[in-house]
């Protein structure tokens, strides 16, 4: 009988997928990773218009499931898209669905 994922990495994806369960998530991550450099809220805000403290609510969401990183500027925080989290997000797709990935032993 085959066994599903472990618990500890089942839970890491399940908090990927809830993490862009929200398309204005989605937006942010497109947008981050279209930008291809680190961005302001402000930025982001004019961007996919929405209000202020709702994208800094979708930006922490994002950052705790690590798809954006932060980085600090004085007083100003900038925004990037975590190249390493979201390259891996399709493989996560693709283990979850028992689907074979090229080069990753089966789980």
Same mark, same amino acid.
């Given at each position: 009988?085959?066994?599903?994922? !472990?618990?500890?990495?089942? $839970?890491?994806?399940? %908090?990927?997928?809830?993490?862009?369960?929200?398309?204005? @998530?989605?937006?942010? #991550?497109?947008?981050?990773?279209?930008?291809?450099?680190?961005?302001?809220?402000?930025?982001?805000?004019? !961007?996919?218009?929405?209000? $202020?403290?709702?994208? %800094?609510?979708?930006?922490?969401?994002?950052?705790?499931? @690590?798809?954006?990183? #932060?980085?600090?500027?004085g007083t100003a925080?900038?925004?990037?898209?975590?190249?390493?989290?979201?390259?891996?997000?399709?493989?996560?797709?693709?283990?979850?669905?028992?689907?074979?990935?090229?080069?990753?032993?089966? @789980?």
């Amino acid at each position: 009988m085959k066994r599903p994922l !472990a618990r500890e990495i089942a $839970q890491e994806y399940a %908090s990927w997928f809830r993490a862009l369960a929200d398309p204005t @998530r989605v937006q942010i #991550v497109s947008l981050l990773a279209r930008q291809g450099a680190p961005m302001s809220v402000g930025e982001i805000v004019k !961007a996919v218009d929405v209000g $202020q403290s709702t994208v %800094s609510s979708h930006l922490k969401q994002l950052a705790a499931v @690590r798809f954006v990183l #932060v980085e600090r500027r004085g007083t100003a925080s900038y925004y990037r898209i975590n190249d390493a989290c979201v390259d891996c997000f399709p493989t996560a797709a693709d283990i979850i669905m028992a689907r074979s990935v090229p080069g990753l032993p089966s @789980r």
